[in-house]
Every structure is written in structure tokens, then in C-alpha cells.
């Protein structure tokens, strides 16, 4: 089974930094494009940022200049470095793969459970 965990969330001031770590479990061959996206209370989810199987990335405007994506494909791992947090970055961060190529087949649209990053002013 293949899954998705999320980790290096939690409490920051403004202008600190984090890094978010989204390992993938299980017998994986490869994985294609992967992606961080959050949700704030009260709000929908969105898209922070994207990365390709070969390192191509995509940012949502609200955080280029301050976030960087990244990926380890020998170990099955992305990364969210985060720096110069502001309270409006406080929101659940969730790590997404769409399309996983495991020994039983290819899984599509997989989501980690998410963890909390919360920004103080």
C-alpha cells in the first residue's frame, strides 16, 4: 500500500522559516508530477507550488521569492522550504502525487493527511 506522510510542520514567527518533508511509502517504481497545497480555515484549497519527475517547478504567486520546492526522486521524497513566513501562510499543507507507479499499477491523484503550519504575528 502505497502512502503518502507529510511532516516538519508547526509553529513559527513571522519572517522564520520551515521545511515540509512529504515521503512516499510502499514498493513505488516512480512517481510523476508532485505538488504542496494548503487550506486555511474557512477557505478552499489551494496551490502553493509544483514539480515535475524532472525537476520542473511552479509557484502560486503569494509565495514565489519565499518557498522552494524540491524533490529527491531516489527516495521517493519532496520538500517545501518556506522562508520568510507571514501569519497568512498559517493553513494545512497538504502533499499530492498524480500518478504513483507501483508493481500492481499506477495510482492516481494520491493526497498525504496533511500537517499545520501556523505563522504568529
Known amino acids: 500500500q502505497v502512502q503518502l506522510v507529510e511532516s516538519g510542520g508547526g509553529l513559527v514567527q513571522a519572517g522564520g522559516s520551515l521545511r515540509l518533508s512529504c515521503a512516499a511509502s510502499?514498493?513505488?517504481?516512480?512517481?510523476?508530477?508532485m505538488g504542496w497545497y494548503r487550506q486555511a480555515p474557512g477557505k478552499q484549497r489551494e496551490l502553493v507550488a509544483t514539480i515535475t519527475s524532472g525537476g520542473s517547478t511552479n509557484y502560486a504567486d503569494s509565495v514565489k521569492g519565499r518557498f522552494t520546492i524540491s524533490r529527491d526522486n531516489s527516495k521517493n521524497t519532496m520538500y517545501l522550504q518556506m522562508n520568510s513566513l507571514k501569519p497568512e501562510d498559517t493553513a494545512v499543507y497538504y502533499c499530492?502525487?498524480?500518478?504513483?507507479?507501483?508493481?500492481?499499477?499506477?495510482?492516481?491523484?494520491?493526497w498525504g493527511q496533511g500537517t499545520q503550519v501556523t505563522v504568529s504575528s
Open positions: 499530492y502525487a498524480n500518478a504513483i507507479v507501483t508493481m500492481t499499477g499506477t495510482i492516481s491523484d494520491s
Open positions: 510502499g514498493i513505488i517504481f516512480s512517481i510523476n508530477a
